[in-house]
């Protein structure tokens, strides 16, 4: 994953040890987005879920629920949730090099390495300086047996400052 969640406000002091999050006063989906992130750092992804779902419901366009919607069910390792939370924020946003990069992760999870590699191109056409993704494409390539042009990607990746490729 990218990142926890992508929100409008600061994030730095929601922590693991967060009791209650109360957004009673919640109206709009950017708040319910927001009060999603809070859950989602706060180590609540399932409560997360529901946030991020009044969010959609009431903004289907919010690029950031479905985003952060696709990551909580990543992180609880329901991949086919997540690619159709990825696949709706890159409908909404076809430049989006992150939620293409996830999609990717959800696809390589599912077994699905070719969807993956296509995902991971898209990726690298948007953004062709985005050093996980070149690390990610030569890990794909690399489970298809691909092993020289794994090489080329690892070496891209490391070139771009990435020190574990």
Known sequence: MCCAGCSEKNTENITQETEEIVYEEAQNSTEWNNKGVDLFIAGRPEEALQAY?????????????????????????????AL???????????????AWSNKANA????????????????????????????????????????????????DKARELGLPAA
Request: hydrophobic share 30%; aromatic share 14%; proline share 3%.
């Open 53 to 81: 779902d009044k969010a959609t419901d009431i903004d289907p366009q919010n690029i950031y629920a479905w985003y952060n919607k696709g990551n909580a069910y990543s992180y609880i390792g329901k991949y086919e949730e």
């Open 84 to 98: 159709q939370a990825y696949n709706k924020t890159t409908q909404i946003d076809p430049q989006d090099a992150n």
């Open 107 to 154: 696809l390589d999870n599912l077994g699905r390495y070719e969807e993956a590699l296509e995902a991971l191109d898209k990726t690298l056409k948007i953004d062709p300086q985005y050093a996980n993704a070149w690390y990610n494409k030569g890990a794909v390539l690399e489970k298809l047996g691909r092993q020289e042009e794994a090489q080329v990607c690892y």
